[in-house]
């Protein structure tokens, strides 16, 4: 069949496509592996929403958990086997993308307890842990990009562990998670690893700007705010990019870095399903395409680029003036962007913390009930 047209040609601009989702369903079912082979999907990002959603859906766990209840497994450890072993699986079904792309691709991200969040020194523990148990060289370890998460992400790399930092909304927030990472980077390369085997990307969320943005917007109501609704969350990518070129295309203290080996950390579009019906489905993929980059789809955005995605090569280089400009007007209307972030991240580590609570709690219930 081979691959989808679209996708092909995004992937030839430069942006790495990466299904934002994983289940036992999908690996076992060989759909995985077609998405692989049709679609151009060279990794996989997941989350505790995830995770929640695959184990509450199907049989495909049944099995596991009843084996698990049996040896007196508790909740903290199942949840652990569960989610680890169906990591371990999609490095497997991605591994000839890992070594065809010498490491930048072939990547699957697993999360941190997101009830860690503020937690630096648990959050190194946890990352060492599942970087172990994981043991798969394809294996990104997900830590979110909080005050407590730079020092965590500093040392996880300094450690010569690749990580994917999530829940990033400010171009502020990036370069500090741009200065974390080339911390470690220098760590790692006194204690004498080889900088080469170490990956990172650095997840820039996208659609939620808008939704937050747009919604203050339409609370001011000016002809001047309302114009700038759908505008926010691209531009903040394209500054985030911006940023990423600055250090990464010119700084001495990168170039030190790269001399010793050391690879990028790139760019990856999440959150990139649009949420406003108004908007084109593929707005967040089409707009956002450069160099370097990756962009983590849910199934629904990958089918509709597959569809009808228009790749017209580099959307963003040279945009940056004009990205300015739109944060300009929106901090003109009266928008308070420091406000907008914060609410963003906070929101975002109580949404993974409320679905990683449930997870535990249905998960809790089933060994109860095979216990029984």
């Given at each position: 069949?081979?691959?989808n047209?679209?996708?092909?040609?995004?992937?030839?601009?430069?942006?790495?496509?990466?299904?934002?989702?994983?289940?036992?369903?999908?690996?076992?079912?060989?759909?995985?592996?077609?998405?692989?082979?049709?679609?151009?999907?060279?990794?996989?990002t997941?989350?505790?929403?995830?995770?929640?959603?695959?184990?509450?859906?199907g049989?495909?766990?049944?099995a596991?958990?009843?084996?698990?209840?049996?040896?007196?497994?508790?909740v903290?450890?199942?949840?652990?086997?569960?989610?680890?072993?169906?990591?371990?699986?999609?490095?497997?079904?991605?591994?000839?993308?890992?070594?065809?792309?010498?490491?930048?691709?072939?990547?699957?991200?697993?999360?941190v307890?997101p009830?860690?969040?503020?937690?630096?020194?648990?959050?190194?523990?946890?990352?060492?842990?599942?970087?172990?148990?994981?043991?798969?060289?394809?294996?990104?370890?997900?830590?979110?990009?909080?005050?407590?998460?730079?020092?965590?992400i500093?040392?996880?790399?300094?450690?010569?562990?690749?990580?994917?930092?999530?829940?990033?909304?400010?171009?502020?927030?990036?370069?500090?998670?741009?200065d974390a990472?080339?911390?470690?980077?220098?760590?790692?390369?006194?204690?004498?690893h080889?900088?080469?085997?170490?990956f990172?990307?650095?997840?820039?969320?996208?659609?939620?700007?808008?939704?937050?943005?747009?919604?203050?917007?339409?609370?001011?109501?000016?002809?001047e705010?309302?114009?700038?609704?759908?505008?926010?969350?691209?531009?903040?990518?394209?500054?985030?990019?911006?940023?990423?070129?600055?250090v990464?295309?010119?700084s001495?203290?990168?170039?030190?870095?790269?001399?010793?080996?050391?690879?990028?950390?790139?760019?990856?579009?999440?959150?990139?399903?649009?949420?406003?019906?108004?908007?084109?489905?593929?707005?967040?993929?089409?707009?956002?395409?450069?160099?370097?980059?990756?962009n983590?789809?849910?199934?629904?955005?990958?089918?509709?680029?597959?569809?009808?995605?228009?790749?017209?090569?580099?959307?963003?280089?040279?945009?940056?003036?004009?990205?300015?400009?739109?944060?300009?007007?929106?901090?003109?209307?009266?928008?308070?962007?420091?406000?907008?972030?914060?609410?963003?991240?906070?929101?975002?580590?109580?949404?993974?913390?409320?679905?990683?609570?449930?997870?535990?709690e249905?998960?809790?219930?089933?060994?109860?009930?095979?216990?029984?």
């Open positions: 069949m081979g691959q047209a679209h996708l092909a040609e995004l992937s030839k601009a430069g942006v790495s496509v990466w299904l934002d989702d994983l289940s036992r369903d999908r690996i076992e079912s060989g759909n995985l592996a077609e998405l692989v082979a049709t679609r151009s999907v060279v990794g996989v997941t989350n505790p929403t995830i995770f929640a959603g695959a184990m509450s859906k049989h495909a766990y049944d596991q958990i009843r084996e698990l209840a049996g040896r007196g497994a508790d903290t450890d199942a949840v652990k086997v569960l989610t680890t072993d169906d990591v371990r699986a999609a490095c497997d079904v991605l591994a000839p993308q890992f070594q065809s792309s010498a490491g930048v691709d072939g990547r699957v991200s697993i999360e307890d009830r860690l969040a503020h937690e630096t020194d648990d959050t190194i523990a946890q990352a060492v842990d599942l970087w172990k148990i994981v043991d798969r060289p394809n294996l990104l370890i997900k830590i979110p990009g909080t005050k407590a998460g730079l020092p965590a500093a040392k996880a790399i300094g450690e010569g562990i690749s990580v994917n930092v999530t829940l990033i909304f400010s171009v502020d927030r990036h370069r500090e998670v741009i990472y080339l911390t470690g980077l220098e760590t790692a390369k006194a204690a004498g080889d900088l080469s085997t170490i990172s990307v650095a997840s820039f969320f996208v659609s939620r700007v808008d939704t937050e943005i747009d919604a203050r917007l339409e609370k001011i109501g000016t002809p705010a309302l114009e700038l609704r759908g505008k926010a969350g691209v531009a903040n990518a394209r500054l985030a990019y911006a940023a990423y070129q600055e990464f295309e010119g001495a203290r990168w170039a030190a870095l790269a001399e010793a080996g050391a690879n990028v950390q790139r760019p990856l579009w999440a959150s990139t399903g649009v949420k406003n019906p108004d908007y084109p489905d593929t707005l967040y993929v089409t707009e956002l395409v450069a160099a370097n980059t990756v983590t789809m849910p199934e629904k955005t990958i089918e509709a680029v597959a569809d009808h995605g228009e790749i017209a090569g580099d959307t963003i280089v040279g945009t940056a003036a004009a990205s300015q400009q739109v944060f300009d007007r929106l901090a003109a209307v009266g928008v308070d962007l420091a406000d907008v972030f914060q609410v963003l991240e906070d929101e975002g580590v109580d949404k993974f913390e409320k679905s990683w609570s449930e997870l535990l249905a998960l809790d219930g089933e060994l109860s009930a095979n216990r029984g």
